[in-house]
């Protein structure tokens, strides 16, 4: 008896969390909903593939697997192209699984010509790699956004040009 009364315990507390992660979920998805509305932008719940096959040309969007686009908003801001949403995939597998979660945005301006780059919070991985020769751009002046980002780009001196003291500093005071 004592068995049943703590496993339907436990159960209990994981469907409240589950259920709990779910009404967190939906309130985000309509606090953006209400966002994209208020910028005139279109909003969307779920991709229904389109947008995952465009940015499929973008590393970020070939990492690991169950790869899943939502809260998509599009629209254009100073008549720039821009769309924001939330992505998520897992690497690994069993214990080592990991879920990775971020809001992404994708703005489509070639007056901006900005050169290509990549930039991440640095994570153990991106230290694993660079003892393997991956090489992230650090700057001397900046050695808290140093530490606390990934920065990659094809032109070093272009990514450079365009992470300024006041780029860098932005980021220094956001991690």
Not at 35 to 61: C, N, Q, Y
Not at 130 to 144: E, L, M, Q
Request: net charge positive; hydrophobic share 45%.
């Amino acid at each position: 008896m004592l068995v049943l009364i703590v496993f339907c315990a436990i159960a209990a507390v994981f469907i409240g969390i589950y259920l709990g992660v779910q009404y967190l979920n939906r309130k985000r998805t309509q606090a953006l909903k209400s966002l994209a509305a208020s910028l005139s932008f279109t909003f969307s719940e779920k991709d229904d593939g389109s947008l995952m096959a465009l940015m499929s040309v973008f590393h970020l969007f070939s990492q690991g697997y169950g790869r899943r686009i939502t809260n998509v908003f599009v629209g254009k801001f100073n008549l720039v192209p821009v769309t924001v949403m939330d992505y998520k995939y897992t690497t690994g597998s069993g214990k080592s699984s990991h879920t990775w979660e971020q809001t992404v945005l994708v703005m489509d301006c070639e007056k901006l010509q900005l050169p290509r780059f990549i930039l991440h919070p640095e994570s153990i991985f991106d230290k694993i790699g660079s003892v393997f020769g991956r090489k992230d751009i650090n700057f001397d002046t900046a050695p808290v956004f140093s530490k606390r980002y990934f920065l990659r780009g094809d032109d070093e001196a272009a990514v450079r040009g365009l992470f300024n003291t006041r780029v860098l500093g932005y980021f220094e005071q956001r991690p």
